[in-house]
């Protein structure tokens, strides 16, 4: 895995920051270069929006459902707007405290609803009987821990509640069954390493809404028919029959380079990068408990937050280490692309404090 490094990325600084973004692979560097060129050359770019269909097909495949219950957008807070517009009014939605913005508010956006939120551990027991939904990140994008979201579908399940999980910290290194929750979103420019623009919505196979009726694409555009060259003028005459309803017009310069992302991903495997990541965050782990630092626990987690040295990153950006601070917390975030010396020279530059 760490041969990596200088197969596929060029990267030019240590950079453990992938939970704010993600390197691109050469691969898709490549691509999508060669899209804005035939931009710049007056080339069309329509032959380009095979690559939408493929980068569709390959998340399906990495979250485990079939490309027709996955949509293609731009950004998780839409999808969220999406199924928040189609709750009833009154419904309650369940959130994690702390949760990304992205994912909740646009519950919070609706006045009509009553947005309810607890401590993450405490989330599937806080699931009751009125519940609607229950929208938490797999994975917290703050610090990095794990959601028991076994335990949450469970809870869900037993009061009648649909699920919402934004796997955006999660699809790429943590193994996933999205077909688990009734809908999943993720932004790829993270652990997916795809460039910003790129978004996945999966949706139930009946494509409906948290309270059973037909979920309504209000954002529906021509790429939302079920043929898309015949709906460019006027009112949509068909939507598509799966999930390519809920589609936004995509930023297909992005979406070039992310089905050789994608790809690389599958390639690999989730399983494998999940163990490198891991590895190397365990090894940031014990390295912080030899220098006195405890992180916040996320046992299992890619991700290690360190309370109380979040101001710090700016200083280790000046010495070519990118980590990130978030919530006071130093944020550091281990892919396939890093290396245990990637880890030590980190834990150096902690230690030398």
Not at 148 to 155: I, M, R, S, T, Y
Not at 164 to 188: H, K, M
Not at 196 to 217: I, K, Q, V
Not at 224 to 229: A, D, F, I, L, T
Request: net charge negative; aromatic share 6%.
């Amino acid at each position: 895995m760490e041969k990596l490094a200088a197969t596929h990325f060029a990267p030019e600084t240590t950079y453990l920051n992938t939970a704010s973004a993600g390197l691109l692979p050469a691969e898709a560097v490549a691509a999508m270069t060669g899209a804005v060129e035939d931009t710049a050359a007056g080339r069309s770019l329509t032959v380009h929006y095979e690559a939408v269909e493929a980068a569709r097909a390959s998340y399906g495949r990495l979250v485990g459902v079939p490309v027709e219950r996955v949509a293609a957008g731009a950004s998780v807070a839409v999808y969220s707007g999406l199924i928040a517009q189609s709750l009833p009014a009154g419904s309650e939605v369940l959130v994690a405290e702390g949760d990304f913005s992205s994912l909740v508010n646009p519950f919070h956006m609706r006045p009509d609803l009553t947005v309810r939120t607890m401590e993450l551990e405490k989330l599937p027991d806080a699931v009751r009987p009125g519940t609607a939904l229950v929208a938490v990140s797999a994975v917290q994008s703050a610090d990095g821990r794990i959601a028991d979201l076994a335990a949450v579908a469970a809870a869900a399940r037993a009061h009648g509640a649909r699920t919402f999980i934004d796997v955006s910290q999660a699809a790429g290194w943590l193994t996933l069954e999205a077909d688990d929750y009734d809908y999943t979103a993720a932004v790829c420019y993270k652990w997916l390493l795809c460039p910003r623009g790129t978004a996945f919505l999966t949706a139930p196979a009946d494509l409906t809404g948290p309270a059973g009726t037909p979920l309504t694409p209000l954002f529906a555009g021509w790429v939302s028919g079920e043929r898309p060259w015949d709906s460019c003028y006027g009112a949509v005459a068909e939507l598509a029959r799966s999930a390519r309803r809920f589609d936004e017009s995509p930023s297909l310069y992005s979406y070039v380079a992310a089905r050789h992302s994608l790809a690389l991903v599958e390639e690999l495997g989730v399983e494998a990068i999940g163990a490198h990541d891991r590895a190397l965050a365990d090894r940031f782990r014990t390295g912080l408990a030899s220098l006195g630092h405890t992180p916040v626990p996320a046992e299992g987690s890619a991700i290690v937050s360190v309370p109380g040295l979040g101001h710090h990153a700016a200083r280790l950006a000046e010495q070519g280490i990118q980590v990130s601070d978030r919530a006071g917390n130093l944020r550091a975030a281990f892919h396939l692309y890093n290396t245990g010396a990637d880890v030590d020279r980190l834990l150096e530059a902690v230690g030398t404090d």
